[in-house]
C-alpha cells in the first residue's frame, strides 16, 4: 500500500485556485450518502445528453463493467429509480455509453456505439411515451459513407443526437466516423431513415487519424453550438478550443460572420473561432462541455495541461521499503470561456490535480489527459460543476458566477468520500427548483476505459 504523505504535500504545492473564488461554507458529504442511480454504470463526456429531466422524471443512460447498455428513470415523486437493460455484454468501454434524446411525442431515443470499430450506431425508440419499459426493435444506423470516402478508416464512436423543431423537427446525429473525424448525419423521418453521412469537422492532414474532439448542444429549435480542438492533446503539439455554430443552413462564427453554407462541410478548424490558442498559452487544452446563454451567448468550459508528465515527478516508499518514482501530471488547469458580444473573455478556475485514472505502479499512464471533468449547467451557464482532487480524493463541487466569469464562489457537493468522484454531468432541463441537478461516476476502480467499476451517483441524500 502506498505512503501518501508526499502524495498530500505535492498536492498542497500544487493547489492553485483563482484568487478571485470565495468559499462558501462546506455543505459536501461523503459520496457513499448520496443517491446512487445506477450501481454499476459508466460513461465516457463525448456522447451527449446523458440525462434528461421531463415531467418529474430524470432519465439517465450509461454503460456497465459488464458492457450493459443502461437506461434509467428516477420518478421524483416516487424517489424510486426504475432500471432497464437494452442490451447485454455489448462492449466493455466508457466509450459506448448511451446518449439521449427526447422527442415531440415524448417517446425516448437511445443512440450508442462501440469504440472505434465497424459496428454501425445503435438506435433505440421507446414503444411509449415517458416509458423505459419497452422498446421497438434496435436499428442499425449504417451511416459513414464508405464509398465517397473509400481511402479512410471507416469505424464509429460517440453519439451526439439533437432535432431542430423550426426545421420540422430534422434529426441531427454527430459522431466519430470516416476517417476518425467528426461526422453529421440528418434524419427527416423521426430515425426512420438517415442521409449518409459527412466529414463535418477536418483539419489538415499532417498525420493518420488526426481526430478533433467535439461537444454539442442545441436550442432545440434553430441552432446547434459546437466546441472542439484540433486533435488529441497526447498526439498534437498544440490544441486549441475552437467554436462554431450551425443555424439555417451555414455555420457561423461567434460574432455572426458565416464560416461556410452547410452544403460545403467540412470546415476547417482554423477558419472557426479561435477560444483558446494552446501555442500562446503554453498549455494543450481538450474541451469538457458546450452551452449558451440567455443571450444566445455561447459559453465553453475545457482544461489546459501546462506540464508534461515527464516533467514533473513524485517519489514514495512501499511497505517493504522500495522506492518508486513515476510521473505525476499535477496540472489539469479548468478555464471557462464566454462570448460577452464582441469576444471571448477566458477565465482560469482551478487546479483539479492530476489524471483520476488508478495507474499501476511503475506503469506509464495511456490518459494522463483524463482530468476529473467540469460541466455547465445548461440551464444557468453561470454554474458549473467540476471534479478535483482534494486530500487525495476527487470530490464533486458546485461554482456559481453572477459577472459572466471574474469572479466566482463555490460550495462543495462531495467531500470526506472514500472513493474518486468523476465526470460530472449536469442534467439537461432540469430547472433551479429541480432536486436532482447533477449526476457523476463514484469510482470503485478505475484503471482504464476498459477496466472500471463505478456507480452512477446524484446529488439527492439518502433517505
Not at 446512487?36 to 463526456?45: A, R
Not at 450493459?68 to 416516487?78: E, G, L, P, W
Not at 432540469?430 to 432536486?435: E, G
Request: contains cysteine.
Amino acid at each position: 500500500m502506498k505512503f501518501f504523505i508526499t502524495l498530500t504535500i505535492i498536492l498542497f504545492l500544487f493547489a492553485c485556485t483563482t484568487n478571485k473564488k470565495k468559499n462558501l461554507k462546506n455543505t459536501g458529504f461523503p459520496a457513499k450518502e448520496y443517491k446512487t442511480i445506477n450501481e454499476d454504470g459508466t460513461w465516457c463526456w463525448f456522447s451527449d445528453p446523458r440525462a434528461v429531466y421531463l415531467d418529474n422524471t430524470t432519465y439517465i443512460a450509461c454503460v456497465s463493467s459488464l458492457g450493459n447498455i443502461d437506461i434509467s428513470a428516477y420518478n421524483h415523486k416516487t424517489k424510486e429509480t426504475q432500471t432497464h437493460t437494452l442490451r447485454e455484454a455489448y462492449h466493455v468501454n466508457d466509450h459506448a455509453s448511451p446518449s439521449l434524446l427526447i422527442t415531440p411525442e415524448d417517446k425516448i431515443m437511445i443512440f450508442y456505439t462501440k469504440h472505434a470499430q465497424k459496428i454501425p450506431i445503435q438506435m433505440h425508440i421507446s414503444k411509449n411515451p415517458k416509458d423505459i419499459s419497452e422498446w421497438e426493435t434496435v436499428r442499425d444506423l449504417y451511416v459513414n459513407d464508405t464509398i465517397t470516402y473509400k481511402k479512410y478508416g471507416k469505424s464509429y464512436t460517440y453519439s451526439n443526437p439533437c432535432q431542430l423543431s423550426e426545421e420540422k423537427n430534422k434529426l441531427f446525429i454527430f459522431w466519430r466516423g470516416i476517417d476518425f473525424k467528426p461526422n453529421v448525419s440528418t434524419s427527416i423521418d423521426g430515425g426512420q431513415t438517415w442521409t449518409m453521412g459527412k466529414i463535418f469537422i477536418c483539419p489538415e492532414r499532417i498525420y493518420k487519424n488526426r481526430r478533433p474532439y467535439l461537444k454539442v448542444t442545441s436550442d432545440g429549435k434553430q441552432k446547434i453550438h459546437f466546441a472542439f480542438t484540433d486533435g488529441h492533446p497526447r498526439r498534437e503539439l498544440n490544441n486549441n478550443i475552437y467554436y462554431a455554430c450551425y443555424t439555417k443552413n451555414a455555420m457561423y462564427k461567434a460574432n455572426g460572420d458565416k464560416i461556410s453554407e452547410w452544403d460545403s462541410i467540412p470546415i476547417e478548424p482554423k477558419n472557426s473561432d479561435l477560444v483558446y490558442n494552446a501555442k500562446k498559452e503554453g498549455a494543450k487544452a481538450w474541451v469538457w462541455d458546450v452551452a449558451y446563454d440567455e443571450n444566445d451567448f455561447p459559453v465553453i468550459v475545457f482544461a489546459t495541461f501546462p506540464k508534461d508528465t515527464k516533467d514533473c515527478h513524485i517519489s514514495y516508499r512501499t511497505n517493504d521499503s522500495t522506492k518508486i518514482t513515476e510521473p505525476y501530471f499535477a496540472n489539469h488547469i479548468y478555464y471557462y470561456a464566454r462570448w460577452d458580444g464582441t469576444k471571448w473573455n477566458n477565465s482560469k478556475l482551478v487546479n483539479s490535480g492530476k489524471w483520476f485514472p488508478n495507474t499501476k505502479i511503475n506503469k506509464k499512464e495511456k490518459e494522463a489527459n483524463y482530468s476529473g471533468g467540469i460541466v455547465i449547467d445548461h440551464e444557468n451557464p453561470s454554474i458549473v460543476y467540476l471534479s478535483r482532487l482534494i486530500n487525495g480524493v476527487f470530490e464533486i463541487e458546485k461554482w456559481h458566477t453572477h459577472d459572466f466569469g471574474k469572479t466566482w464562489k463555490s460550495e462543495a457537493i462531495t467531500m470526506n468520500s472514500a472513493h474518486d468522484n468523476v465526470r460530472p454531468f449536469a442534467v439537461r432541463n432540469a430547472k433551479s427548483d429541480n432536486p436532482l441537478q447533477v449526476l457523476w461516476m463514484m469510482n470503485r476502480k478505475y484503471i482504464s476505459y476498459t477496466n472500471y467499476n463505478s456507480a452512477i451517483k446524484a446529488n439527492i441524500k439518502n433517505d
